[in-house]
Each structure stands twice: as C-alpha cells, then as structure tokens.
C-alpha cells in the first residue's frame, strides 16, 4: 500500500472503531488497530479515537479503584513483556539495578516468553516484587493493575506501542498517581499519549515530535543506558584467544534483530559488507549476532565468504559483550538502527559506524551518524589504519547517571490527568520521520494483520470482515485467511452453533 492508500484506509478505519465503539470486544479491536498503525507506518503515530475508546469501555467495564491511605513510598514500572535481548528490558534492568533497594516494584501486563533470568536475579538483590496480570482478559488485567498501582508514588510505562491494558488501568480522571511513559520507539505508533503526564524521551528531536505528533502533555529528555562495562577489567588478548581470533585478525561485529537488515531501495547492509569485505584482505572477518544463518540474504553472505562470515544467531547478553569487546570495529544494523548496541560498542572504546538515515539518535551520538555512501569508505580507511575514530562522550548514559536523572524527574510533584490527543498529521506532507521509515521498515505480510478477527466477538467478527472486504487492498489478504487451517476450524464451529 502507497502512503495515500493508507491514509485513506486509517481515516475508513477511524470512522469504523467509532461507528462501533459500544460494541463487545472494541477493546480488542483497538488493540490491533494499533497494531495496524504500528507496523503500517503512514505518518500517524498517536490516536485520540482509540484512547477515548478505551477509556470508554474502562469507564463501564473496570471499578474506581479504593485510595491507599499508607504513604506512598514506592514506584511501580509496568512493562507488557521482558525478554533475554532487547533495549526496553535492559533500560528497566539497569534503572532498577542502580537504585536503592526496596525502590520499584514491576507490573507484567503480557508475558508470553520465558521470563529472563538475569532480570529475576536483579530483582531479587533488589528487593524488587514482580507481578503479573495472569488473565488475557484485558478489563481484568487492567482492573488489577489499577487496583496495585494507588498504593504507588508514581508509575513509569515501558510498554510496547499497541498494549491497551494501561490506557483503560489509568484512563480514570479521579486516579490521582502520576504516569510517567518511556518512549523507547520513536519511529512507531504508540498508545498512551492521553494518559502520560510526562513523556520521557531520548533526544531533543524526539521530545519535539512526541508534542507535535503525539500529543504529549509534557516531556523530559533522559538518554537510554547503557551497561558499566569498564574496558580496562577486559582481558581483550585472553577473549580473541578463547576463540581463536590470531592478532592479524581484524573483527567486524555486527549485532541486531534480523528484520533490522532488511533491505531497502536506498541502503542494503549486505551490499555494504560484500564491498568491504572484497576489498579488504582475507584477515578481515566479520560476526553477526542475531541473524540466524538460515535467512536467504545471510546465506548468501556467508557463501560468498565461508571463512569470513560467521552467524551466531541469537546469543546471550555475557557472550554479545564479549564480542564486542572482541572487535576491531562494530558496523550497526542498516537500514534500521540499534541505538543499544551502538551506544555499547562505544561504551566499549570499539570504532563505531551507524548510518544518518532520519531515524533520531540520542543527542550524543547524532553528529557521529554517517551517510550511507561513506559507511564503506570509512571502515576501509579504518581497516588499513588511515584514520582514527573520535571519542564519543557517552556520560549522560551511564546507569547511575541514567537512575539519579530519572527518580529527580519522577520523584517530582504531579497529578494525574487526562490529555487530548491533538497532533499535527497531514494527507499531504510526509515528515522526515515518516519518509525515512518508509523507506527503510519492512512492510509485514498482509494476512498475518487479520488472524486477529477469529478472536473477535461474533457480531463484531462479521462487521469486521464485511469492513476490510470493502477495501481492495484487503481482499487477497482475506481470502488467504479463510484458507488457512485454523480459519477452517473456526468455520466448522460457526456451523455447528
């Protein structure tokens, strides 16, 4: 779908959600046009239609919660899911791992992977409880974790963009808690705006669009951390040793989610390494943690050059930070950046290439982001030592520096109240954001976006389906559905009623 496409399909789908917001299961149908919204990126990334939808529904579904009358002493993150990798889980592990004991309690709205274990052992040295909403019903998951929240100073949000079950926790104007919502994905949609009383972004750039294109009521810029790692305790030597990296070896580390390489029309990661890597001599190695070795396009690489490409696929946080340390040089994901990774490698003393592709770095790192066309260029030049790397000034991303920022923000007087989504969104001017993203994030397959409807409501199910039915982009997708098997089981079902 062409960005007009999607525009005209976002306004069709507006109006549907509020043709039908009394119906049962809304709820679950703004949850996934959210997600609609998250993975079709068509410049709009807040709605005001959905939130007051979910308030609605919280309004009539959910019970006021009883005031705590004992003093409120702790905060309380909620987080829709934690996993072994990823920037959001680590941003709560080291807030919570910088802090004082016996400071946070956190909230678990969606847990489906298993839970990591180096967060349980954080939490417990931490005195840090940790709850889960243990129901898939989201009315109840909400009323719970509304219920646990009045006995909390403050609540901070690390949620993923499309989880309604905050929205209808805190959506109540008499709930008297301030919210505090990290924003961990400004390239994407996210739910929350109406409830956030601050915003707490990355960078300048963010915090600016977060209040034109969000409608943020307030916003902070606190950077993300990263870990104390401290270079100098590295025994480098002993670690290229153990895997039997010779000192001629020159490493190139790469690691990221494996949708993050992905092609584009103007950037395609695996060009660039071919390039360098035919240029440079057979000393030249470059590892990726991650992918796995099975994707056609990093099988590919690793045929072209059997003893130079190695693929790890996913692997723990100890053994990424080990490589790291390892490398000679990291090269970040392209067309898709990871500020995490980047910001470790730095941390780390390792030259660092990251593309300036629109997407928005922390503040410290935006004037280091290089055009695509000079990324092979300069790690040519940095392979054969022709040139050096600046020094990078990551202090503001130290943990501790991270946690003080962060408790002196939230630690100040607030009340809850709810916002009004008012955004600057245009059928006719893409903002740089939103053309880089489009660019540069793949779209995902079609009917994937549907299975949602077999877990609708009956009557809603219908409504729904007869909707994307009238929109031609959806109608190949549809019919890709009802061949599916568990689109077939729920039609017998129909026909045994």
């Not at 977060?210 to 270079?231: C, L, W």
């Not at 989610?257 to 695996?270: A, D, H, I, L, Q």
């Not at 067309?335 to 592709?357: C, D, M, N």
């Not at 939103?434 to 995902?444: D, E, H, K, L, R």
Request: with cysteine; net charge negative.
């Amino acid at each position: 779908m062409s960005y007009t496409e999607k525009r005209a399909f976002a306004k069709k789908l507006d109006s549907f959600l509020v043709q039908h917001r009394s119906k049962r299961g809304i709820e679950q149908l703004c949850r996934y046009a959210a997600s609609w919204y998250v993975w079709n990126i068509c410049g709009i990334y807040a709605s005001d239609t959905i939130e007051t939808i979910l308030a609605e529904q919280a309004a009539v579904n959910i019970s006021k919660a009883t005031q705590s009358t004992t003093p409120r002493t702790k905060k309380l993150i909620v987080m829709s899911e934690l996993y072994v990798h990823g920037g959001h889980t680590r941003l709560a592990e080291r807030l919570i791992k910088e802090s004082s004991a016996d400071q946070f309690t956190l909230f678990v709205t969606q847990q489906i992977a298993p839970f990591p274990e180096t967060f349980s052992a954080i939490a417990v040295e931490k005195k840090c409880d940790i709850l889960f909403s243990q129901t898939d019903n989201p009315f109840q998951a909400a009323e719970k974790l509304r219920t646990v929240a009045t006995n909390f100073q403050s609540i901070i949000l690390i949620i993923h963009p499309d989880d309604i079950i905050p929205n209808l926790a805190f959506s109540d104007p008499s709930f008297p808690i301030p919210v505090y919502l990290y924003n961990h994905g400004d390239h994407q949609f996210w739910l929350g705006s109406s409830i956030a009383d601050l915003v707490i972004c990355q960078s300048t750039p963010s915090a600016q669009f977060s209040r034109t294109h969000r409608g943020a009521q307030e916003s902070a810029i606190i950077p993300i951390p990263v870990s104390n790692a401290k270079p100098s305790s590295i025994n480098r030597d002993s670690l290229r040793s153990q895997r039997g990296i010779s000192p001629e070896t020159f490493v190139i580390f790469t690691a990221a989610s494996p949708w993050k390489y992905t092609p584009s029309e103007s950037m395609n990661f695996f060009e660039t390494m071919t390039e360098i890597l035919s240029t440079t001599g057979n000393h030249v190695r470059l590892v990726a943690a991650g992918p796995k070795t099975t994707d056609p396009q990093w099988e590919k690489l690793v045929a072209a050059f059997p003893e130079r490409v190695s693929v790890l696929g996913v692997i723990s946080h100890d053994l990424y930070s080990q490589w790291i340390a390892c490398s000679d040089l990291c090269v970040d994901s392209i067309p898709v950046s990871g500020w995490t990774f980047i910001l470790e490698a730095v941390s780390y003393s390792v030259p660092t290439l990251f593309v300036r592709s629109g997407e928005w770095f922390p503040d410290s790192l935006m004037p280091f982001a290089l055009p695509y066309d000079q990324i092979v260029p300069r790690a040519i030049e940095l392979i054969r030592g022709t040139t050096t790397f600046p020094v990078i000034d990551i202090s503001q991303h130290s943990p501790n520096w991270f946690a003080e920022t962060f408790h002196s923000v939230t630690d100040e007087p607030r009340l809850h109240r709810i916002g009004k989504i008012t955004v600057h969104s245009s059928d006719d001017e893409i903002d740089e954001l939103t053309a880089c993203m489009m660019a540069n994030i793949p779209s995902p397959e079609t009917p994937h976006l549907f299975i949602f409807l077999l877990d609708l409501p009956f009557t809603l199910r219908v409504s729904t389906i007869k909707f994307f039915l009238e929109n031609r982009e959806y109608r190949s997708a549809l019919v890709l559905l009802l061949l599916t098997k568990r689109s077939y089981s729920w039609i017998k079902s129909i026909l045994k009623r």
